[in-house]
């Protein structure tokens, strides 16, 4: 379990959300910005950008995500996890070859980024990339003016959506137990769900206590 950087939502807005009193997910939020950046291109020294498998040693269960700083990003997941995590491999990269490499091994998909192979994760990532299966963006050369691209459009509704649908159906659940199962921060899903109740394509149920995240939700079967 690990929180999964979906939202967009700038440093300070994320920080600030007046969700119930939920504040303070600007570790989580630092991803979340690089998420959606103007992707530059790799080998630029503006943004060290590296891709990684994160996960416990001999695991076949691994993460596969992209930061622009590894090692607290392994303390953001492990702060997550029951057991030690390590990173396992990384390479240069960024959005381009994460989404290559998820788009790779979705019929191994666990649950978000996370993949349960059927033998050592590392090997199976590396020879995936090496033999060309995984397509690595170019580098742009060296000296060169880096072109500043805008990455398409991402419907992170829809992606929590997706997410909440696989995992409990019909079935009601709360903010807290999805967050923690999704790899969500809880201020970040409660954001989504509302946005999803407004759309119609979810339901809040009567709150549990004073805790908003505590809330029971629904999701419909279509987005």
């Avoid at 030690?84 to 980024?113: I, K, M, N, Y």
């Avoid at 899903?189 to 119609?200: C, D, M, P, S, Y």
Wanted: hydrophobic share 40%; charged share 20%; aromatic share 6%.
């Amino acid at each position: 379990m690990t929180c999964v950087p979906f939202s967009r939502l700038p440093v300070p807005q994320l920080a600030e959300l007046p969700l119930g009193g939920i504040v303070g997910f600007k570790g989580e939020a630092l991803d979340l910005v690089q998420g959606l950046s103007p992707c530059i291109a790799e080998g630029d020294d503006r943004v060290s950008q590296s891709v990684y498998v994160i996960g416990a040693p001999r695991s076949l269960t691994v993460k596969i995500g992209f930061t622009n700083d590894l090692a607290r990003r392994r303390r953001e997941i492990q702060y997550m996890c029951p057991v030690e995590v390590q990173v396992l491999w990384s390479c240069p990269g960024g959005p381009a070859l994460e989404q290559a490499l998820h788009d790779r091994f979705t019929e191994l998909r666990s649950h978000g980024e996370w993949f349960t192979f059927e033998a050592d994760p590392v090997e199976t990532v590396r020879r995936a990339i090496e033999s060309g299966q995984v397509r690595r963006p170019h580098a742009a050369p060296s000296g060169a003016r880096q072109a500043v691209q805008q990455p398409p459009p991402v419907d992170l509704d829809r992606v929590a959506h997706g997410s909440l649908w696989r995992t409990y159906g019909a079935s009601q659940f709360t903010v807290a137990d999805a967050a923690e199962r999704l790899g969500y921060g809880p201020a970040t899903l409660l954001e989504r769900l509302v946005a999803l109740v407004g759309k119609g394509h979810a339901r809040r149920r009567q709150p549990i206590r004073t805790d908003p995240t505590r809330q029971l939700f629904t999701v419909r079967p279509c987005l």
